[in-house]
Every structure is written in C-alpha cells, then in structure tokens.
C-alpha cells in the first residue's frame, strides 16, 4: 500500500464573503494567507500557523487571524503508513483574500 499524506476537505470550511473583516473591506486589504496545519494520527488538528501572511498590515493581520480561525474548524483526516496505519503529518493551504 502507498503511505498517504493527512488531509483537510478545505472547501467546506474555508472564509466566505461574510468572515471578511470589515475593516479590511473598508482598507481594501487582499492577498494571500498561508496556514501550515499540523494533524494527529488521530485526524485532530494538532497545530495551526501562518507560514506567510497576506500583508504587513493591522487589517491584513485581521485576515491571517480568519483563515486560521476558518481553516481550522476543518474535517481533517490522518496520513497512512506503508502498512495503511494513521500516521500525523503537516500540509499547507493557500487562502486567496480578494474583494469581490
């Protein structure tokens, strides 16, 4: 059997047009937040970081805090090994902030 890496179903989860903060709205802050999950061989989420944040700014920081707040209420499910036992891993998601 092929070991696989743990994954998130990040669609059903991720920021919708209603978790923009209304300050970044207002300052036209967009860019894109990367998360760095970290899950147990249990499939719990062990660890959640932003690895690269969408921008310097107070509002572009109120956009890091969402997608990892979002992101985080994921479905996750655990690795295998060669032998199909659950293992933890890391992966990371790109969240693409943009003002529709």
């Given amino acids: 059997m092929a070991a696989r890496a743990a994954i998130?179903?990040?669609?059903?989860?991720a920021p919708t047009a209603d978790d923009y903060p209304a300050a970044a709205r207002r300052a036209d802050a967009?860019?894109?937040t990367k998360v760095r999950f970290t899950?147990?061989?249990?499939?719990?989420?062990a660890a959640?970081?932003?690895?690269?944040?969408?921008?310097a700014s107070r509002e572009h920081k109120a956009l890091d805090r969402v997608a990892v707040t979002k992101l985080s209420e994921c479905t996750f499910r655990p690795g295998l090994d060669e032998n199909g036992k659950p293992v933890g891993g890391s992966f990371e998601v790109e969240y693409v902030w943009k003002l529709e």
């Fill in 30 to 32: 967009t860019g894109i």
């Fill in 39 to 45: 899950v147990g061989a249990d499939g719990k989420l």
């Fill in 8 to 13: 998130a179903n990040v669609q059903a989860c």
């Fill in 48 to 55: 959640a970081e932003v690895v690269k944040s969408a921008g």
